[in-house]
Structures are given as structure tokens and as C-alpha cells.
């Protein structure tokens, strides 16, 4: 039986990517993220997030964000699934439409058709987005910035704003969570969300 995917979305530090540790061990699943998942990706994501390394124009860095996103899927989140694993990812598809499509101002429809070329049509089984206001998502990610946290408020909102209409519009499963909220309260609305989508057999290890 064939794995499924869960992506977590959101801004930095809106806190998604402790959400999705805590989400992959209790369900046993394969946890991943992008970029930087794979050896080539490593050295993508240098690339695309070192403030230091060369500049990047908005085209090349949504082809390195698919460049990226390809090797991950051929390399991990594929034979995870084919061999009945479940994958929770820290971000996928919908960070190229949020960040390179509503943040940069690339065309969507390009963008889309690049996605669904990337990662030759898979889609998560659930995407789950971490709604916190700019502001703070600011205030707790704290420490040095990388080169898209460092491209403004105004960059970042538009990037969140971005996200919601996804979710809004999207045909496919999404769960919109308030990240304001616990550790504890986002877990477990993240939790009935996927029990809800997948039934039982989410928590009783049958996957």
C-alpha cells in the first residue's frame, strides 16, 4: 500500500518545522525537508539561501527551488511511499507558488507548470499551513537571516498572504492552523486533522 505525504507550510518561524518532527515520530513516518534534503540539494540550498553566495535572479532561483524539489522527490519521498511509508515534508510545492509566485511576482501558471513537471504530478495527501502574523514569525526566528528572510516585511507578507489564497483556492486537502497557539494545541489539531483524512489507521500504525 502506497505511503502518504503530508506537507507543512508557512513562513519562518511560524514554527512548522518542530511541528513537523513531532508529527513524522509519532506517526512513524520518513521525515524530510526542503531544500537541502538530498546531497544535491545541500548544495542548492546554499545557493538559493547564503546571503554571501552569488546573486541569484528570481527565475534562476525558482528553477533551483525545482531542481531541488525534483531530486527530493526521485531520491526520498518516492521509494519512501512505494514502499509504504508515510513522508512528512517541511515545505513542497506550494512554497515555490507562495515564495517565487506571490513574494517574487512570477507568473503562477508557469510557476504551476513547473511544480507539476518537478515532481512529475505528486501531490500531498495533506498540506497543512502555519498561519502567524509577519511580526512575530520575525520576533521568534531570531539569529542570523538567510537571503529570504532577509528580503523584508513587505517581501514576507505578500509571501503569507500568498499562502492563504493557496489554501483557499486549492482543490486538494488543506488544513489552515492558527500558529499562535501551544506547541501542545497546534500538535494535536495537526493530529485530528490526519486522523480525519486517513482514518484509524493513522494512530493504530497500520500504514
Known sequence: MRGRLIALEGIDGCGKSTQARTLAERIGAVSTFEPGATPLGASLR??????????VSTR???????ADRAQHVAEVIVPALESGQWVVTDRYSASTLAYQGFGRGLDREALEALVEWATAGL??????LFDLPVAVAASRRGGDEDRMEAEGEAFLQRVADGYLTLAAESADPWL???ATGTVDVIAETIWNAVEMLTGPNASDGER
Open 46 to 55: 546554499t545557493l538559493l539561501l547564503d546571503r554571501h553566495a552569488a546573486r
Open 60 to 66: 534562476s532561483e525558482a528553477l533551483l527551488m525545482a
Open 123 to 128: 501531490r500531498p495527501d495533506l498540506t497543512v
Open 176 to 178: 489552515v492552523v492558527d
